[in-house]
């Protein structure tokens, strides 16, 4: 049985990477779950996520000759999934990757099964946790909250909404409980 690759979405503020760390940290002990590490076009030192550091010219070469699973641009850097990442889901293994709705799409026509974690929060929220960051003036801020489109799956592709909108140790529960159903063959979630 193929494992579910479950695919993580969410706006900027809404908690995504403290999501994942929290449920790498609770998962650690459970051989059958692997969060994967994004390849970006950006230094390691630069901050953020532990990702793999690649130049531009690596990551064109590396994506022409097939080695990755998922790719896509976003705010001026290259994102990629390593496809050898996802060599256990053929031993039903649940793999996880934060990426871009814009790829969602074709995550599930060529990777089924898959699972899309949408964490959100409400747009006050979300404004106050991108002001705490100090990278972005009010005005850019609203901005940026007035153009998010709601998120809107493909037809077919299961969805399930975590709000992160009360403590961080509810919303990682949450997920990992969304992991733990994945680990049973269950990726039939209500939208």
């Known amino acids: 049985m193929t494992g579910t690759l479950v695919l993580v979405v969410g ?7 403290s999501i ?14 692997r969060f994967l590490r ?3 076009t950006r230094p390691a030192e630069a ?5 793999e550091a690649v130049s531009e010219a690596a990551f064109h070469a590396r994506r022409a000759a097939g080695g990755f699973a998922l790719s896509w641009c976003a705010h001026g850097l290259l994102y990629g999934i390593p496809a050898d990442a996802l060599a ?38 979300l404004a ?18 007035a153009r998010a489109a709601p998120f809107a799956a ?8 975590i709000v992160n ?10 997920f990992c409980a969304l992991l733990r159903g994945c680990l049973g063959g269950g990726t039939n979630v209500a939208r």
């Not at 106050?128 to 909250?145: D, F, P, Q, V």
């Open 38 to 40: 994004r390849a970006i």
């Open 88 to 125: 256990g889901r053929a031993r039903g293994m649940v793999c996880i990757a934060n990426i871009s709705r814009t790829v969602v799409a074709e995550a599930a026509e060529r990777l089924p099964p898959v699972l899309v974690a949408h964490i959100t929060a409400p747009p006050p929220v």
């Open 154 to 161: 493909p037809p077919g592709v299961a969805v399930a909404e």
């Open 11 to 17: 706006p900027s503020g809404a908690g995504k990477d």
């Open 165 to 174: 909108d009360a403590s961080l140790a509810e919303a990682v529960a949450r």
């Open 20 to 33: 994942l760390d929290g449920a790498r940290a609770a998962l650690a002990t459970e051989p059958r779950v």
């Open 47 to 51: 901050g953020g996520e532990a990702h």
């Open 128 to 145: 106050t946790r991108l002001a705490a960051r100090g990278r972005e003036s009010r005005a850019e801020i609203e901005a940026r909250l």
